[in-house]
Every structure is written in structure tokens, then in C-alpha cells.
């Protein structure tokens, strides 16, 4: 079956600009994460949904960031005055349960 | 909080030479022990978990056992292939209140194998 699948795969805007990172889990996964991984780092947890929900948003690095999942599947991690900063490679993760999670090929955003 | 270290890399190795990748944590609770890999270009697998003490996650020739008492996860393996050059990440799942969960990561050791 398919798996998690992300769109764009690059992205490149300009400080200031807002940007839109869109995940499509694997069907029906309710759980979803989201991390971001620098270069030569480990991921660092963002956001976990379980259903529509935001459960835990407590690895957002500050309030330019918000993500969303309205019907419990898709979600899309949201970005608002990009800063150079935030250039990374953004993850997204489902799970049938909590246990074992299945990442996407990620997005890889360049803030020039 | 909880967090996870690892040894750092690169880790260069010939082919069939034997692999030891450590991974030490620090956790609150008792959490859940993964380790990942990302071959180039390509995105995060789980490689084997653990889930309690005392445990042995094994898959494709790897393994690594959940050790409480020196908090340790080492992945090891016994004789390597150039098709296991990759990046392993050792990680930790908060098993805190909401039990979310949600991973914490180490910052990732490659592994380069030599023909």
C-alpha cells in the first residue's frame, strides 16, 4: 500500500513569505507527528494529532508555526514569516496507534 | 527532559568487519528504545525497538538490548555490508502522561562500509 507521502518535496521562498508543508499519512493512521530535522541532527518533535486534534503541541518553536488535520487524515504544517532559520528538513510520521511510526520522504524548506 | 546521545560519527568499516553503534539515554519513566536508518535518499525506517528491560530488538543481522541499568541501547552487528552504509538514529518514546508517543531522536551516527 502507500505510504506517507509529502508535498513539496523542495521548497524554496524568501524571508518573510508564508509557506504550507502538506503530509498525507498512511489511511487510517489517526495518529500523525510532525518533526524537523537540521542539517546533521536528529529530528526534533513539532506536533502529534490523534484524529482531528492536536494533542501535544508543545515542540512548536514559537507561535509563527501552526498545523492543522481537519478531517483526521491530511495535515499541513503552516509556516508565517519564514526567517532563514527556519530552513530544514520537515518530517511527517503516522501511526495506527502510538507505537511504531512511519515516516515520509520529508520537505526539504530553504529560507533565502 | 528525556534525551538520547550517541556516539559520533562517520564510523568507517570494511565489509564483514563488526559494527557497535552506542546509544546511551536519559529518560524519566520507561520508555520505549528504537533505532532508525536512513539509507540515501531515502526516509526514516524503523531498523528494531524495544520495549521494556531486558529486551532484544533484531532485524536484518542488527540488534541492540534494552540495558536499564547503564541506560544503554547499543546496536551492533556482526559482520557488515556495503548496503548497510546509512544513517542510524538511536531514539527514545516519551512514555510520560499522554503517552503520545512522540520520539525523541539522537543526532545520528553514519556508517560508511568499505568493498
Known amino acids: 500500500g502507500a505510504g506517507v507521502s509529502q508535498t513539496p518535496s523542495n521548497k524554496v521562498t524568501e524571508k518573510g513569505k508564508y509557506v504550507e508543508l502538506r503530509c498525507d499519512p498512511i489511511?487510517?493512521?489517526?495518529?500523525l507527528y510532525w518533526y524537523r530535522q537540521s542539517l546533521g541532527q536528529g529530528p526534533e518533535f513539532l506536533i502529534y494529532?490523534?484524529?482531528?486534534?492536536?494533542?501535544?503541541d508543545s515542540g512548536l518553536p514559537n507561535d509563527r508555526f501552526f498545523a492543522v488535520r481537519p478531517e483526521g487524515s491530511v495535515s499541513t504544517l503552516k509556516i508565517q514569516r519564514t526567517e532563514r532559520g527556519d530552513s530544514a528538513v520537515y518530517l511527517c510520521?503516522?501511526?495506527?496507534?502510538?507505537?511504531?511510526?512511519?515516516f515520509g520522504p520529508g520537505t526539504r524548506l530553504t529560507v533565502l | 527532559g528525556d534525551s538520547v546521545t550517541q556516539m559520533e560519527g562517520p564510523v568507517t568499516l570494511s565489509e564483514e568487519a563488526f559494527l557497535t553503534i552506542n546509544c546511551t539515554y536519559t529518560?524519566?519513566?520507561?520508555?520505549?528504545l528504537f533505532w532508525y536508518v536512513q539509507y540515501p535518499g531515502e526516509g526514516l525506517q524503523l531498523l528494531l525497538k524495544?520495549?521494556?528491560?531486558?529486551d532484544k530488538g533484531s532485524n536484518k543481522g542488527f540488534e541492540a538490548t534494552y540495558r536499564k541499568e547503564t541506560t544503554s541501547f547499543h546496536l551492533e552487528k556482526g559482520s557488515v555490508q556495503v548496503s548497510d552504509s546509512a544513517v542510524y538514529f538511536c531514539?527514545?518514546?516519551?512514555?510520560?502522561?499522554?503517552?503520545?508517543?512522540?520520539?525523541?531522536f539522537g543526532q545520528g551516527t553514519t556508517l560508511q562500509v568499505k568493498p
Open positions: 510520521a503516522s501511526s495506527p496507534d502510538t507505537n511504531e511510526q512511519f
Open positions: 489511511s487510517g493512521h489517526t495518529a
Open positions: 494529532f490523534q484524529g482531528t486534534g492536536a494533542a501535544d
Open positions: 529518560a524519566t519513566g520507561y520508555p520505549s
Open positions: 524495544a520495549t521494556k528491560a531486558d
Open positions: 531514539a527514545l518514546s516519551d512514555d510520560g502522561s499522554g503517552n503520545t508517543g512522540k520520539l525523541i
